[in-house]
């Protein structure tokens, strides 16, 4: 229905919007947009990779400590990363603080300082808490490509760096064509970092067109091609996941044990400082500023403003997680009962929100909603003389709608994972002791699917916590959110008002990254078996 609504409202928007877009607008915005997704994705790859294939290959100093510690950064929404950066670079800072401090200068015009408000500092943001997407996707690829291949190009006379290029990333290409997409989206859906670092893209021109401009039709256009280039990524992404099954399901089979190759002492601890940069920029860096703002504002706890907006995120969050977690079941639950490509194709078309920037698809969400809202107080003062309001566009359920739409896809994605680890035979087997299929989903399967049940309820709780354009464009008047109320306050300068509803996400926000160390556990297990190659 949101994509619906924004191609019918694009549609009305008349030859002379378009070509207002296409002359004053879009060029500079799509140049933006097309060098930040750019630059991000090529810094984030970078990152990414390297970090992942030392990790993966090497044994050096503090390497389990770092393996774990480079997921941290997926803890910091991308909006708080530059509201930290903003104030540790900035003239009062501490960086040119000790600039002025260590070379004798006074004022602004003695030295030259890049200016993180700019395209470059927002590509240093986005790029220090984006770069996991790549990190994770390639290091389960290095850990699924086996040994094999490795092994017979080591013997052959490759050395570490040869294997890397000609082995390990061309076997890795769909995973990191995967974290990209993923990078590249989030990229897109940002607009509280970009607005604050001075970089318009095409997100931006959707916020400023419709609610500083006042022009509807304006925005729906900008989103309907912002629409077109989010499915060119889903597009990508899907054929290169599927590429990706293929050579899992061909090298989960030839994985065997294997050593590490330990590096020389100067290599190794060149390899640690590599590896700590992307944790330092990341996740060091905005918990100590807004740290430390917090801790000397920690009498603001008991604000009546920060209470009421922990309430309004609360109220939202769980309203998100309980609707996505009923149909996400279902979504999986029937593709497992009775799989077909119909069944497969409407949980596809369910599960795409997650695609769709927080801006586009605040429209889309808004507009069918209001147009049903002013249908309905139409009849109702036609008929029985009673206006209802704004029952739906006018309340938090457009925002509750709008990020259970987005957040769909996590929710069926984890429990779709947990059911596949349960065998088919399972629900044969109930079937054959007298089990009806009501009675084998509620006495067999629910029990063994509650794990990753929960997980994807906490999931969508915490993306719908930190969740900020969609939020800030649907939310009624005097109603803030934790993510909204940091937004107010850093919008008006007042950052270190803003440190304790941005801690509070940045806390909340670190659940799911130990859920993902979990996994990367049973890795360190195994590592403590292998053998150490010279």
């Given at each position: 229905m949101p994509l619906i609504a924004i191609f019918c409202i694009a549609a009305t928007g008349g030859t002379d919007g378009w070509r207002h877009l296409l002359v004053n607008v879009l060029p500079r915005a799509g140049e933006q947009t097309v060098m930040l997704i750019g630059l991000t994705g090529l810094m984030t790859a970078c990152f990414g990779i390297l970090t992942a294939w030392l990790v993966s290959t090497f044994q050096f100093p503090l390497r389990r400590l770092l393996a774990f510690a480079l997921v941290l950064p997926l803890a910091i929404p991308s909006y708080l990363a530059a509201y930290a950066f903003g104030e540790f670079l900035?003239?009062?800072?501490?960086?040119?603080?000790?600039?002025r401090t260590l070379f004798g200068y006074h004022t602004v015009h003695d030295y030259w300082f890049p200016d993180v408000r700019s395209l470059g500092g927002a590509v240093l943001v986005l790029s220090s808490v984006l770069y996991p997407y790549v990190y994770l996707s390639v290091r389960a690829a290095f850990g699924l490509q086996g040994r094999f291949a490795t092994e017979a190009a080591r013997t052959?006379?490759?050395?570490?760096?040869?294997?890397?290029?000609?082995?390990?990333?061309?076997?890795?290409?769909?995973a990191i064509i995967i974290g990209l997409a993923l990078v590249m989206m989030e990229t897109l859906n940002d607009i509280g970092a970009v607005e604050y670092l001075g970089v318009r893209t095409l997100t931006f021109a959707i916020y400023e067109t419709w609610l500083n401009r006042g022009n509807l039709a304006g925005a729906t256009q900008i989103a309907s091609v912002l629409v077109i280039i989010v499915a060119a990524l889903i597009i990508i992404e899907r054929k290169s996941r599927s590429r990706q099954r293929f050579t899992a399901a061909k090298s989960t089979a030839m994985t065997q044990r294997f050593g590490l190759k330990q590096l020389p002492a100067g290599r190794g601890w060149a390899a640690t400082a590599f590896c700590l940069l992307p944790i330092l920029s990341g996740f060091a860096i905005p918990v100590l500023v807004l740290g430390g703002y917090a801790f000397k504002r920690i009498d603001a706890l008991s604000d009546t403003k920060l209470l009421k907006a922990l309430a309004h995120s609360l109220e939202v969050s769980m309203s998100a997680a309980l609707i996505t977690l009923v149909c996400g079941f279902i979504f999986a639950y029937v593709q497992r009962a009775n799989a077909s490509s119909a069944s497969r194709s409407i949980s596809r078309i369910g599960s795409l929100g997650y695609g769709i920037p927080g801006t586009v698809l605040a429209i889309g969400v808004l507009l069918p909603l209001s147009a049903f809202d002013n249908a309905l107080d139409g009849f109702l003062r036609l008929h029985l003389n009673y206006s209802t309001g704004l029952l739906l566009s006018g309340t938090a359920f457009a925002i509750v709608y709008a990020h259970?739409?987005?957040?769909?896809?996590l929710s069926e994605g984890t429990i779709d994972a947990g059911f596949q680890k349960l065998s088919p035979h399972l629900d044969m087997a109930a079937r054959t002791l007298g089990r009806n299929r009501l009675q084998t989903l509620v006495n067999v399967l629910l029990p063994n699917i509650r794990p990753a049940a929960v997980t994807a309820a906490l999931l969508v709780f915490i993306e719908s916590l930190k969740e900020l354009p969609a939020t800030i464009m649907l939310r009624p008047f005097n109603f803030n959110t934790l993510a909204t109320l940091v937004y107010e306050d850093a919008s008006r300068s007042k950052v270190q008002d803003a440190s304790i509803p941005a801690l509070i996400i940045i806390l909340a926000g670190l659940i799911p990254v130990l859920l993902v160390s979990r996994s990367l556990d049973h890795d360190h297990a195994q590592e403590k078996r292998q053998p150490k190659l010279p």
């Open positions: 900035d003239f009062t800072g501490p960086v040119q603080t000790a600039v052959l006379g490759a050395g570490s760096l040869r294997i890397f290029l000609s082995v390990q990333l061309p076997m890795a290409r769909p259970s739409v987005r957040f769909m896809t």
